[in-house]
């Protein structure tokens, strides 16, 4: 997805400078197969990314307007043609500060989700992705986004107090 309007037109007054901005974190989570038996493990949604070709679980910046939580399921959709829904904030944190190849700074604050699957088979939806795939949680492919795994254990562990980081 090319970089949001909004976005666009805050560059166009400040530039290159830092720029704060909010984003999510959607770990979809599979824990029941399609007639309704528990998985052993649980599998988790992701995504090879098209920039790095790493393995990733989705995510993407609010809009002026909308809600954190609409915002993970909204980007679930868009990335990967699943429909998901939150369960919980399984975690905030500082995502750190990202030098774009143009030159633009950003730091984002992540809003980390817990999403419960609950219709569609993967596929890539956008050009954001090369692969989409369920994983089983004990056995994610390489090369996979660092920063992810903690996210994805947080997610993981259901019904637990979010992480603040």
């Keep these: 997805m090319p970089t949001p309007e909004f976005i666009l037109r805050l560059r166009r007054e400040i530039g290159h400078k830092p720029l704060l901005l909010p984003g999510v974190t959607a770990v979809v ?15 988790v949604l992701l995504v090879r990314r098209a920039d790095s070709g790493a393995w990733s679980v989705t995510s993407g910046i609010l809009e002026p307007g909308e809600q954190p939580g609409a915002t993970a399921a909204r980007e679930v959709l868009e990335e ?4 998901a829904e939150p369960v919980r904030v399984a975690g905030v ?4 500060q990202v030098i774009y190849p143009n030159g633009d700074e950003c730091w984002f604050t992540d809003i980390t989700f817990e999403m419960r699957y609950l219709s569609g088979a993967p596929r890539v939806a956008d050009d954001e992705s ?6 089983r949680a004990d056995r994610l492919p390489e090369p996979f986004t660092e920063r992810h795994r903690e996210r994805i254990d947080w997610a993981l562990d259901a019904g637990a107090a979010a992480r603040f980081r």
């Design 29 to 43: 989570i599979r824990r029941c197969d399609d007639g309704g038996t528990a998985l052993e493990t649980p599998e």
């Design 93 to 96: 944190s500082d995502h750190g």
């Design 130 to 135: 090369t692969e989409v795939a369920w994983f």
């Design 80 to 83: 990967t043609g699943v429909t």
